[in-house]
């Protein structure tokens, strides 16, 4: 087949003749077999390249698709590992500070204040009193100690001291904040062991820190 | 010009460039939030569902790609072109695919207001609760002909139905000689509009897979090159992408290839003959 049918045909199928060379080109298409041939080659190619793209498009949404669904599957499991956070947080914010507030509030603090072991029993001399409220805070029976140690009537700063701490370890903060408060306007050495941890426990468990 | 006129014309000329930039072009339009918006729209009026929707938006950007390279590209605008092309592939895929065709027509058999607006039209004109579900039965099957010719142009799919409804009622009526339905005047034959146009080849896919695979990789990359974009490139060009001498050998290879091309189709015995389909 001479090349100048291909030429042309393929000039026409490029789209860009002039209208009356279009229309002759059209005329001559009708009439000269050759550059029917020329043109329908021409045209089946184009076919055949245009199939090719279409499939190699095809696989590429595919392929495309997938990339969206995984983009977002994987914001969407990056918004639940958040969520799941979150809800860990408000979980654990609630377990610890929002179930019944006054009595959670109390449980931290006691839980978190350090009690002062129980003094030696020769501390507090021979005092009857003493001796029984330190094995009952020894065994952290505080009422006990409390009954004991409140009775004793020269109440030096460590019983004071240890008084305080039974209060506040049996959740009766308005008699420990007394003392304690008390106990830190003097000069003892347990004016020093105090600040600022017991009251600042105290105002944590009555809730008005 | 305008600023959407020119981002339209930007995508035009990645397309054109081919290679990398056209891929990455494509790859913005497949996840172009607002045509693909466009796409549902008029699917899901037109009566299709999301994998409808879905099928429809791809041959759109596939008749988009091939409809740049091969310089028949002639919209306005873009969403022109999605809007416009969303309607002829939803109607290519209801023409050609039975089962897409039926579930869309049981979509429409089992719509209890379409049941009752037609059921409404016929009782209020003469007819009675008989004739009525005559003239729904009727319609579904003039219907599913409709959709087979190409008769209906994707517009919404409901408001047709109603409307082929009315019009076999009232040639109902006409053959019983009764008076003619109260609200004529609002309800005149559809009007068909535009003529539909898509550019693509006569042979079924299926031959053209089948040619293919006979063509071998070599006829197959050389025609690539040449009519991908046509003359994108220069035959010295392709000589050397071929490995081949000189300009001269490309271009007898390319000869070579496309008359194998036609051979393979020859013996199909396929009467070839392509022309703009409407």
Same mark, same amino acid.
């Given at each position: 087949m001479d090349q100048k049918y291909i030429e042309r045909a393929e000039t026409y199928l490029r789209g860009n003749l002039a209208e009356s060379d279009r229309k002759n080109f059209e005329r001559d298409l009708a009439s000269d077999p050759e550059l029917k041939l020329a043109f329908d080659q021409c045209r089946l190619a184009m076919d055949v390249v245009d199939r090719q793209v279409e499939i190699d498009l095809s696989s590429k949404f595919r392929h495309w698709g997938k990339e969206k669904d995984s983009g977002r599957s994987h914001l969407m499991?990056?918004?639940?590992?958040?969520?799941?956070?979150?809800?860990? $947080? $408000?979980?654990?914010?609630? $377990?610890?500070?929002?179930?019944?507030?006054?009595?959670?509030?109390?449980?931290?603090?006691?839980k978190f204040y350090q009690t002062p072991p129980a003094p030696d029993r020769t501390m507090g001399g021979e005092d009857r009193l003493w001796a029984k409220g330190?094995?009952?805070?020894?065994? %952290?029976?505080?009422?006990?100690?409390?009954?004991?140690w409140s009775r004793i009537t020269r109440r030096t700063p460590e019983v004071s001291y240890f008084l305080a701490n039974a209060y506040f370890n049996n959740m009766d903060y308005q008699s420990a904040i007394l003392i304690f408060k008390d106990l830190s306007e003097g000069g003892s050495i347990y004016s020093f062991r105090m600040e600022p941890c017991p009251v600042v426990f105290i105002h944590w468990a009555t809730g008005t820190l | 010009m305008s600023k959407e006129h020119q981002s339209d014309q930007m995508i035009i000329n990645t397309i054109l460039r081919g290679g990398k930039e056209r891929e990455s072009?494509?790859?913005?339009?497949? !996840?172009? @939030? !607002?045509?693909?918006?466009?796409?549902?729209?008029?699917?899901?009026?037109?009566g299709g569902d999301h994998e409808h929707q879905e099928t429809v938006f791809e041959a759109c950007i596939i008749q988009l790609d091939k %409809?740049?390279?091969?310089?028949?590209?002639?919209?306005?605008?873009?969403?022109?072109?999605?809007?416009? %092309?969303?309607?002829?592939?939803?109607?290519?895929?209801? +023409?050609?695919?039975?089962?897409?065709? /039926?579930?869309?027509?049981?979509?429409?058999?089992?719509?209890?207001?379409?049941?009752?607006?037609?059921?409404?039209?016929v009782m209020k004109n003469s007819g009675n609760l008989e004739d009525a579900e005559d003239c729904f039965q009727n319609?579904?099957?003039?219907?599913?002909? %409709?959709? &087979?010719?190409?008769?209906?142009?994707?517009?919404?799919?409901?408001?047709?139905?109603?409307?082929?409804?009315?019009?076999?009622? @009232?040639?109902?009526?006409?053959?019983?000689?009764?008076?003619?339905?109260?609200?004529?005047?609002?309800?005149?034959?559809?009007?068909?509009?535009?003529?539909?146009?898509?550019?693509?080849?006569?042979?079924?896919?299926?031959?053209?897979?089948?040619?293919?695979?006979?063509?071998?990789?070599?006829?197959?990359? $050389?025609?690539?090159?040449?009519?991908?974009?046509?003359? +994108?490139?220069?035959?010295?060009?392709?000589?050397?992408?071929?490995?081949?001498?000189?300009?001269?050998?490309?271009?007898?290879?390319?000869?070579?290839?496309?008359?194998?091309?036609?051979?393979?189709?020859?013996? /199909?015995? !396929?009467?070839?003959?392509?022309?703009?389909? &409407?």
């Open positions: 499991s990056l918004a639940w590992k958040i969520a799941a956070s979150v809800a860990v $947080i $408000i979980g654990v914010y609630f $377990i610890l500070f929002q179930r019944s507030p006054t009595l959670s509030h109390q449980q931290l603090a006691l330190i094995e009952a805070y020894q065994q %952290q029976q505080y009422r006990v100690a409390i009954d004991n | 072009t494509l790859k913005y339009l497949f !996840h172009h @939030r !607002h045509f693909r918006e466009t796409t549902a729209e008029i699917v899901f009026k037109a %409809q740049i390279r091969r310089s028949l590209y002639s919209e306005k605008s873009l969403l022109d072109f999605f809007q416009n %092309q969303t309607r002829v592939q939803w109607c290519l895929l209801l +023409q050609r695919n039975q089962p897409d065709r /039926h579930k869309v027509l049981g979509k429409l058999g089992d719509d209890p207001d379409l049941k009752r607006q037609i059921r409404a039209v319609g579904l099957e003039l219907l599913d002909k %409709q959709l &087979t010719e190409g008769k209906y142009r994707g517009g919404a799919i409901k408001g047709f139905f109603y409307q082929t409804c009315y019009n076999l009622w @009232r040639n109902e009526l006409k053959k019983r000689r009764t008076v003619p339905m109260a609200d004529e005047a609002l309800h005149q034959p559809v009007e068909l509009e535009d003529p539909l146009t898509v550019y693509e080849s006569n042979l079924s896919r299926q031959l053209l897979d089948e040619i293919l695979q006979r063509l071998g990789a070599s006829c197959q990359k $050389i025609l690539n090159l040449k009519y991908f974009i046509m003359d +994108q490139l220069s035959m010295d060009e392709i000589a050397v992408q071929m490995g081949l001498k000189n300009a001269q050998n490309a271009s007898n290879t390319l000869t070579k290839c496309r008359k194998k091309l036609w051979e393979l189709l020859v013996e /199909h015995e !396929h009467p070839y003959l392509w022309t703009r389909n &409407t």
